[in-house]
């Protein structure tokens, strides 16, 4: 994407570094981060400059870095991690975008002037255009190392090639890429086709999701709002993997269904959305800002259940003591599925809260267990492709638990090395990376 063709340069890039500040040096989320930043600008396409710029910065920064290095005779100071940051931006704009070189170099060097570090002009001028005059022979140096080619930690680097042996690389490429706009079509309204065809007359260039009778692929990002029947609650935006829960969990009109760490809710109204409606539905929500969010959605799509603030991993504050047919566990996880949508997860992720995760798990599983009936049905998610969450969590379940059987998931998507579950990588058929594994519950 090119720099906006007004004297805007500066003050998009300044706004684009502190809010990598934000991200890298205070440890915010972008999820955070990023509608503060964009809320600065009315223009459209200002917002879309500087939300390509932190997006990119944050994807390609493990990468970045190892270039900044070879090229800086001497590591910045902590304290000046502005100056690290705006070096990355620049950085970014000569490897990544579309804007010109010299603009991107000296309107990445104007910014420096709002630093109040006078030296900090004269070093970023350098740097970058030194990278320019030995961007090949540097290059070349970096990707010798994978971890810094493919721009990841390394730890996550090691996870990936000896989890994938014959897919890392794949799945490295595919968190660096952007993810698509996808729709999950509200059949309690019209059809997939009838949708299809509403956007077609708006102009709006949309195809059906292979692997999911409601989803809907958009080929430009967009403002969702600005979609025929938005408000209406014609649709929500949800990625084709996580729509597989609903289709896989099947809910039936008046089954008794616990939709744990339900928010936002996406796959809470697509089980509703599956069975007219008609479902005695729990949606359980630790943190209770999310479940506003929940809430909202629930309200924009005419839609109705039972929603309270629980932790899922302590039944005996909430639960009621009646069990339930069936229990959504999306787990809370290290969405290192969902990297390609949330790149500061590379920074903000580190191997010891893998082991910390993991026994959340465990404990919500054991915890939910009782909850379910003899001959219902656990289905088991999360947004990882680390198997430790995965596969090895569900083994471990089923070696301590009688009752619990394995159920096969016949289906055509995700990766077929799952011995246990189905694990999607990232990019497969466009999805998000996700792991399902469905469970039934035995009579004693």
């Known amino acids: 994407m090119s720099s906006p063709q007004t004297n805007s340069g500066v003050h998009t890039r300044f706004v684009a570094l502190k809010m990598c500040l934000n991200v890298i040096e205070h440890g915010r989320s972008l999820s955070q981060v990023l509608p503060e930043g964009l809320a600065q600008f009315e223009d ?5 400059f500087v939300q390509n710029l932190v997006l990119g910065t944050l994807r390609w920064q493990f990468r970045l870095m ?3 290095d070879l090229l800086l005779k001497k590591k910045l100071k902590a304290k000046d991690e502005d100056v690290n940051q705006l070096i990355l931006i620049g950085l970014f704009q000569l490897l990544y975008s579309e804007t010109a070189n010299h603009a991107a170099v000296s309107e990445t060097v104007n910014v420096s002037a709002k630093l109040k570090k006078p030296w900090a002009k004269g070093l970023v001028n350098g740097l970058l255009r030194n990278f320019m005059r030995e961007q090949e022979s540097i290059c070349a140096a970096v990707d010798l190392k994978p971890a810094q080619k493919y721009a990841h930690p390394q730890w996550f680097f090691k996870a990936m090639r000896e989890a994938y042996p014959d897919n890392w690389q794949s799945v490295l490429e595919a968190n660096n890429q952007i993810a698509p706009l996808t729709l999950r079509n509200n059949a309690l309204q019209q059809t997939r086709a009838q949708l299809l065809d509403i956007l077609t007359r708006a102009e709006v260039a949309a195809s059906a999701h292979p692997h999911c009778s409601q989803g809907i692929v958009l080929t430009q990002s967009c403002d969702i709002s600005q979609l025929p029947t938005y408000h209406e609650g014609g649709f929500s935006v949800q990625d084709a993997a996580a729509q597989q829960a609903a289709f896989l969990l099947q809910p039936r009109a008046g089954e008794r269904i616990l939709d744990a760490c339900a928010a936002p809710g996406g796959k809470t109204s697509h089980l509703l959305e599956s069975a007219q409606g008609d479902l005695d539905l729990l949606a359980l929500e630790k943190e209770p800002e999310r479940l506003d969010r929940l809430a909202e959605n629930l309200h924009r799509l005419n839609l109705q259940c039972d929603y309270r603030v629980g932790d899922a991993g302590q039944p005996q504050a909430w639960w009621d003591g009646r069990q339930f047919d069936k229990i959504l566990l999306d787990a809370p996880c290290s969405a290192t599925g969902i990297i390609r949508r949330h ?23 054991d915890a939910l267990w009782p909850t379910l009936k003899p001959g219902g049905q656990m289905l088991y ?12 969590q569900m083994r471990a379940f089923l070696a301590r638990t009688a009752d619990a059987k394995l159920l096969p998931l016949n289906v055509t998507w995700g990766w077929p090395g799952s011995q246990i579950g189905r694990q999607i990588l990232p990019g497969q058929d466009g999805m998000d990376g996700f792991y399902y594994c469905l469970l039934h519950k035995q009579n004693s």
């Open 44 to 48: 459209r396409r200002e917002r879309a």
């Open 343 to 365: 790149p500061d997860i590379k920074w903000h992720r580190i191997p010891e809260d893998i082991d910390e995760l993991v026994e959340i798990q465990q404990h919500i599983l």
């Open 66 to 68: 190892a270039i900044r």
């Open 381 to 392: 998610a999360t947004c990882s492709v680390l198997p430790q969450e995965n596969s090895e």
